[in-house]
T-cell receptor
Framework: DGGITQSPKYLFRKEGQNVTLSCEQN?????MYWYRQDPGQGLRLIYY???????QKGDIAEGYSVSREKKESFPLTVTSAQKNPTAFYLC????????????FGPGTRLTVT | AQSVTQLGSHVSVSEGALVLLRCNYS??????LFWYVQYPNQGLQLLLK??????LVKGINGFEAEFKKSETSFHLTKPSAHMSDAAEYFC????????FGAGTRLTVKP
């Protein structure tokens, strides 16, 4: 069954702790993306990767880190440096290239208190 | 750089009425355009996309959109709203990277 999985669905952390969000895809897509979604602001790109062992910062990369050691996996770490980490995080993948759609995972809702 | 503006953060229609969600884009080159739908606490699902060719694009669930270059628009329509259409809708433009609008929340009244 092909698709993108994100885990966990809900995540709670104390302020000052780093937390890693998982994203796995079995669609054989080259490109993977992380977005942050806040009410009324649409989706904002955090990081993206077009190939294994390479990734680029998006619009709001500060306070986040990623790795792309395997084609299938693109974990996102929310560090303590992120000033306002509570949000809904969406992972996506795609063949890469402007004309192609992105396929989204179900999202992880992170709450930091 | 490309950008997307969705006119109206909330749209409310009666069941059976026409759905019209507006999207205007800004791009210096011919864009690729997409509409996605998001149900509460879920990821985004592609409704339809325009790349090249026919400017009227049909998608899933009875939705369609028309690319109008002269108006830099890509409005989403559905002739008859169903209760299950209640969701948030995002327009996106892609040139290099994908840019999303702020979203329009559609409410369908019985």
């Amino acid at each position: 069954d092909g698709g993108i999985t994100q885990s966990p669905k809900y995540l709670f952390r104390k302020e000052g702790q780093n937390v890693t969000l998982s994203c796995e895809q079995n669609l054989n897509h080259d490109a993977m993306y992380w977005y942050r979604q806040d009410p009324g602001q649409g989706l904002r790109l955090i990081y993206y990767s077009q190939i294994v062992n390479d990734f680029q910062k998006g619009d709001i990369a500060e306070g986040y880190s990623v790795s792309r050691e395997k084609k299938e996996s693109f974990p996102l770490t929310v560090t303590s440096a992120q000033k306002n980490p509570t949000a809904f995080y969406l992972c996506a993948s795609g063949p890469g290239g402007s004309s192609y759609e992105q396929y989204f995972g179900p999202g992880t809702r992170l709450t930091v208190t | 750089a490309q950008s997307v503006t969705q006119l109206g953060s909330h749209v409310s229609v009666s069941e059976g009425a026409l759905v019209l969600l507006r999207c205007n884009y800004s791009s210096s080159v011919p864009p690729y355009l997409f509409w996605y739908v998001q149900y509460p606490n879920q990821g985004l699902q592609l409704l339809l996309k325009y790349t090249t060719g026919a400017t009227l694009v049909k998608g899933i669930n009875g939705f369609e959109a028309e690319f109008k270059k002269s108006e830099t628009s890509f409005h989403l329509t559905k002739p008859s709203a169903h209760m299950s259409d209640a969701a948030e809708y995002f327009c996106a433009v892609s040139i290099g990277d994908m840019r999303f609008g702020a979203g329009t929340r559609l409410t369908v009244k019985p």
